[in-house]
């Protein structure tokens, strides 16, 4: 038995040795994980911002007792420095840290401008770089040459432009975070290193106006993270998110460069209907010495310009179904004779403005437009002055009614003017200002009418027979004479 009990206590004890062991290389294992899960670097090289791992933000950053004098303090084993409302103290600090530093936190940066030139040159090494709730308004140049900054954060400040050759030579930058600012445009994408990997533009002011188009792109536009959440803030686009503008902007501009009669003509989106997010656009197709409307206009296009042309006539208004949702028509300055096709149709009984000013209208049927004007409660607008109207006695009379009686839509009404026959040659005058006696005369009146002959004639007879009575009369009194007509009567 002893012989045999030994050899197991033996074996016992020897496969608690290696147990042991592995239990120790398993915890000096999680610590070193530990270690480098907090370290500023990982395998591949990328820098982790000490910044964001401890969630830090410049939220209240008055309150710190270094903000009353604007001085900065290191912090952690990382080479991090925050600055509060600026960098007083810096030059106490040691040049050599100084130099060592690699994260840098502005918080409240005192000025309106940032020169990276000058301001970052004591950071030769910096990786990660933040501006949060300052005054800076823009960048005074670009970023010098620097080979190790990977991360750029400025965010709650005023920071209003930006150029697109901003960060360009900032060659290992992979991560710039600019939201919760006040930037409005961009005159195009930013030109960034080869191996960058995100951008963040939301919540900033963005002006959709602008040309964004970029974002469509994908090896432009995939780069910025969270461009589904950036949202229009300018007065056509409010409230709209930037890349479904952008969509309906170029899928207008290849709908308008696919058809010839379109493809000089300029097709732009004037607004997107809240609720539905159908998007409404206007096509200007003015002074390009057109002939007749175009045949076809993109769906939901509800204007039209077409002025300064050759067009004569405003059939596709009535006949061509692309038009029957545009509302506003601008047609001056054109070669327009009559109207007429229009009456009764449904487009001159919906329409919202329509402007037929310098065309050569000289007659059209008023009880049609008093129908339509009627029956319409969109009509906002109609102008009709620079026209060579003929004014007839019928026609006038019945014209000047409808300007008076829709003054606030013919708002041109008082430059109306037409010409009338008055006696000799063509005259013109105000429609609203000529009378029935103006227009209604016959063409051929004589200069003197029988009647006053005969009223002159009497006149004439009455002064004679009172000029012989005081003639008579005279010498009777002072002669005694009487008239011989007296002496020959019996």
């Known amino acids: 038995m002893p012989t045999t009990t030994a050899p197991m206590v033996v074996e016992s004890s020897s496969?608690?040795?290696?147990?042991?062991?592995?239990?120790?290389?398993?915890?000096?294992?999680?610590?070193?994980?530990?270690?480098?899960?907090?370290?500023?670097?990982?395998?591949?090289?990328?820098?982790?911002?000490?910044?964001?791992?401890?969630?830090?933000?410049?939220?209240?950053?008055?309150?710190?007792?270094?903000?009353?004098?604007?001085?900065?303090?290191?912090?952690?084993?990382?080479?991090?420095?925050?600055?509060?409302?600026?960098?007083?103290?810096?030059?106490?600090?040691?040049?050599?840290?100084?130099?060592?530093?690699?994260?840098?936190v502005f918080c409240g940066w005192p000025e309106r401008a940032f020169n990276p030139l000058t301001d970052l040159q004591p950071f030769p090494k910096i990786r990660s770089l933040t501006i949060e709730y300052s005054e800076l308004r823009e960048f005074v140049l670009d970023f010098p040459e620097m080979f190790y900054l990977q991360s750029i954060n400025i965010s709650w400040t005023n920071l209003s432009q930006i150029?697109?050759?901003?960060?360009k030579r900032v060659?290992?930058?992979?991560?710039?975070?600019l939201r919760w600012n006040k930037l409005v445009q961009l005159d195009g994408p930013l030109l960034l290193p080869r191996y960058?990997?995100?951008?963040?533009?939301?919540?900033?002011?963005?002006?959709?106006?602008?040309?964004?188009?970029?974002?469509?792109?994908?090896?432009?536009?995939?780069?910025?993270?969270?461009r589904d959440e950036i949202i229009c803030t300018d007065k056509k686009y409010k409230e709209r998110?930037?890349?479904?503008?952008?969509?309906?902007?170029?899928?207008?501009?290849?709908?308008?460069?696919?058809?010839?009669?379109l493809q000089n003509c300029t097709c732009t989106m004037h607004h997107i209907i809240p609720k539905t997010h159908i998007p409404l656009y206007t096509i200007n197709c003015s002074n390009l010495q057109?002939?007749?409307?175009?045949?076809?206009?993109?769906a939901n296009t509800t204007t039209i310009y077409l002025n300064d042309n050759q067009i004569t006539d405003v059939l596709p208004l009535r006949n061509n179904p692309t038009y029957r949702h545009v509302v506003d028509v601008h047609l001056d300055n054109n070669r327009i004779e009559s109207i007429d096709v229009l009456e009764g149709g449904y487009w001159f009984e919906h329409f919202r403005?329509?402007?037929?000013?310098?065309?050569?209208?000289?007659k059209m049927p008023v009880y049609a437009l008093d129908n339509a004007l009627d029956d319409n409660p969109n009509a906002n607008l109609l102008l009709l002055s620079g026209n060579p109207w003929q004014c007839t006695c019928i026609f006038t009379m019945r014209f000047r009614e409808i300007l008076m009686k829709y003054i606030e839509i013919m708002r041109d009404a008082g430059n109306i003017t037409c010409n009338y026959k008055h006696?000799?040659?063509?005259?013109?005058?105000?429609?609203?200002?000529?009378?029935?006696?103006?227009v209604c005369k016959p063409e051929e009146e004589p200069k003197i009418y029988p009647l006053d002959l005969l009223n002159g004639v009497l006149a004439f007879l009455i002064v004679l027979i009172l000029s012989k009575l005081a003639y008579d009369y005279y010498h009777y009194k002072n002669y005694g004479r009487v008239p011989w007509i007296v002496m020959k009567l019996p």
Not at 209 to 222: A, D, H, Q, S, V
Request: glycine share 4%; aromatic share 8%.
């Open 290 to 298: 057109f002939h007749a409307m175009p045949n076809y206009i993109p």
């Open 15 to 104: 496969a608690a040795a290696p147990t042991l062991s592995f239990e120790l290389r398993l915890l000096l294992l999680m610590a070193l994980l530990a270690l480098l899960s907090g370290s500023v670097r990982v395998a591949n090289g990328e820098y982790i911002s000490h910044h964001y791992q401890h969630n830090f933000t410049c939220v209240d950053w008055k309150r710190a007792p270094e903000a009353a004098v604007g001085n900065c303090t290191r912090y952690g084993r990382y080479g991090a420095l925050r600055c509060y409302g600026g960098i007083n103290n810096l030059p106490a600090i040691p040049e050599q840290k100084v130099r060592r530093l690699e994260e840098i």
């Open 196 to 226: 960058f990997e995100k951008l963040y533009l939301a919540e900033n002011p963005w002006n959709c106006t602008r040309n964004f188009k970029w974002l469509l792109i994908p090896e432009k536009g995939e780069m910025v993270a969270d």
């Open 353 to 362: 403005l329509l402007s037929l000013r310098g065309n050569e209208l000289q």
């Open 171 to 177: 060659h290992a930058l992979r991560v710039v975070d």
């Open 163 to 167: 150029n697109a050759r901003t960060f």
């Open 423 to 438: 006696i000799s040659p063509l005259r013109r005058a105000n429609v609203l200002a000529i009378t029935r006696e103006d």
């Open 241 to 261: 998110h930037m890349l479904t503008v952008m969509n309906y902007k170029v899928m207008l501009r290849t709908e308008c460069q696919s058809h010839a009669d």
